[in-house]
Structure formats: structure tokens, C-alpha cells
């Protein structure tokens, strides 16, 4: 253990992660940034061939601060997943995506455990940080990397730590996000918390792989039932011809006992939409059923087809069927000011409007172009949006780059955003 402590501490240890996307790519570029030799693992030659140039793909990451990293020759990427044997850390950031039927589709972790396996050496740490259900890094990625004979906290070192990423948000980076540790053994724990203290401001340690593995679904879970209750809220208050907006802007001015989440199209992203699920799949495999997060899943999943609902509404006031009708979306992307169409809520509510005849078109600054479920588009411009004769918009996603007056103006509005505020016009529907 010295040895590689002592490399770490000293920041000669090579690092090595296997997954180069939204949660990958930051970190390669903080641990190269705190002065360690980085090699980023990716099966995707676009993503190898970018970062090689210093350039970047995702919106976080400054082309610029990869490139200085590159050029320093303190991070590269390749495929060849032989290199693995090579570093002192090895670091797994690869999804963990749900199958159709809603259970864990772990295929993803499997092959970078395999790619690690084969060329483990000792002394090596390795470490998750790819969401799983609590037990995977214990009883999925263990017993793989042990197969050849090392030991786990003998021989190499092994733990889990959660990744927390929060694509567009400029407050929290990686660097500042407190970073969640639980290590196979003591000797495992200190190992990566040390890897970690040195590029993040802190450090949690807790005393297992089950433990960090929970904390991350506990997390998600939190903000997924939240989400689904608000939801259910927004629900009910339109059949009560209540403004659920100005419900929540004013419980939020209690100072104790009350977070505010907010109602929307539905929950986009790589984590809260699947996150939760893979929590109530492991229950069910001790007899436990999550009947939270099953009804909040349920609601949260059934918000596109409301919205299409709320469409029909609005061009029913003006005597039109969805069946013909023009109708545009504002913003594609799961979130605002990113790329990610990962679980995107505007994908469901899109592919529900065409199935009911709607002529649909999108704009989106930050997704110039995209193909989902067979169904390939290209962007409208923001101004060309404004000036075309749509039957009906849809705020689908709250872009900061969108000029809300300008579409609070437009014949027929459905928000579901609350993008458009203060705007008492008869054009404008909510959720």
C-alpha cells in the first residue's frame, strides 16, 4: 500500500478512467489540472480523437482547459484498454442505463471490470463511480478482479465512490463538490481518499462500498419522490384552477421544514430518471417493495403525456385539433444550458405529438441536430422560430439564451418551465 499511497501523496501516481462522458471528462481534466498523469479510456475514437486535439464535447469542460492539459502531457486518451495495466488508479465512469423492463443493465461496468481484470496488478486502487444498486462493488466488481488471484484490500485496493455531477451548473464544478468515499477495508478507504483530497475540497469518508453505494441512491431518490409529489401537485391544482407556481414561491418563504422542488415535462437526465430504480430492484431482491419510488416513477413518467394534454387544451380554445397543427418545442435538452438528451422529457413529447399528427420542429442552441427513435431533425434558429406561423409553443426546456418576451407573444404558449413570468395574457397555458 505504501508504494502507491506514497505516489499518490506525491502526485506521480498514474490515473487511469475508463468512461470519458460528463462525469469522466471533468475529473480527467481536475486530476491533470492537480499535476497527475492522466489517461482517459474510451471506446468512442470521436470523443479520444477531441480531447487528443484539446478539444472539448462537452459544455462544462472549456476546450482551453483541456487543451493545456494536453499540451503539458499530463492527459491523453486512447481505446487500447491494455494500457490499463499501466496506472496505479484505475477509475470506472462508465453509465449504468436501465433496461426496458426497468431493471439494472450493469454491461457497461462488466466490460471495464473485464479491461481492468485482465492486466491487475498489485497495488493498483480501482474504483467505481458509476451509480449502481448497493452490493455491486462488494459482489459484482470484487469477485471479477479477484478471479487471477489477488486479494482485495491485500493485494489491490478497491471502493466506491459516487459520482455528483451537475451538468450546467457553474456553482458547483467538480473541485468543490464534497466527495463521497467507502473503500473495501481501512487500507482502501485512505487510499482514495487521498486520491481524492487532492484535487476536491473535501473528502467524506464512510465505512463501506454498501454505504457510499446507498448514499448516491438516497440522494437521487430524495430529489425523484420530491419531484414526483410536486408533480402530483401541479396535477391537481390545475383541476382546481390554482397557480401552483405561486403555491410553492410562497411556501418557500418558510425559513425551516420546507425545500422547494419544482413541477415539469417530466425527469430528464443520468441519474434521477433511473437512479431510483435500481434502488426498489435490489429491495425486491430481499422481499422490499419502494412504494414511493414506484408511485413517484409512475407520476413523474405519466408528466409528457399531460403535457401533450395541456397542448390539446390550448389549441382547443382556439378550435384547432393537434391532428395537422404546427407545433414547435423550446429546448430538446433534458436541462437547461446543456447538451445532455439523456431520458430528455422533449424527446417523449415530441414523439407523442407526432404520433398524433402534429407537424413538429425544435429549437434548441446547444442540440443543433439529433436522431431519436427514427425520428432525425435539425435546429430552428431562436429568431427564424419567433417569426414562423406555429399553431402552438412549447417551453419544454428553459434555455437562458431564449428571449421570453419574445415568445410570450407568440398566438398559443403551453410553459412548462414557468420560463414566463408575470405574464397574465389568455395565450400563455401552464401546467
Known sequence: MSST????KNKQAKIGIIGLGYVGLPLAVEFAHAGFTVTGFDVDERKNTAINAGESYIPDVPAADIAVQVKAGRLRTTSDMSKLSDMDVIDICVPTPLRKTKDPDLSYVVKAV???AASLKKGQLVILESTTYP?????VVQPMLEERGLKAGVDFFLAFSPERVDPGNAQFPTKNIPKVVGGHGPASTEMAA??????VTQVVPVSSTRVAEMVKLLENTFRAVNIG??????LMSNKM???VWEVIDAAKTKPFGFMPFYPGPGLGGHCIPIDPFYLSWKARQTGFECRFIELAGAVNSSMPEYVVTRVADALNSVKKPINGSRIHLFGIAYKRDVNDMRESPALDI?????????????????VPSFTHRGHSMDEVPFAQAIEAN????????????FDYAAIAKLALVVDTRNAIKGHNGSNVFKL
Open 5 to 8: 499511497l506514497d505516489r499518490i
Open 114 to 116: 473485464e479491461a481492468a
Open 135 to 139: 452490493g455491486t462493488t462488494d459482489e
Open 194 to 199: 487521498a486520491l481524492y483530497g487532492s484535487v
Open 229 to 234: 409529489l410536486v408533480n402530483e401537485i401541479a
Open 241 to 243: 384552477n390554482i397557480d
Open 350 to 366: 415530441m414523439e407523442l405529438l407526432i404520433r398524433r399528427g402534429a407537424k413538429v420542429t425544435y429549437t434548441d442552441p446547444w
Open 390 to 401: 406555429h399553431d402552438c409553443v412549447v417551453i419544454a426546456t428553459d434555455h437562458a439564451k
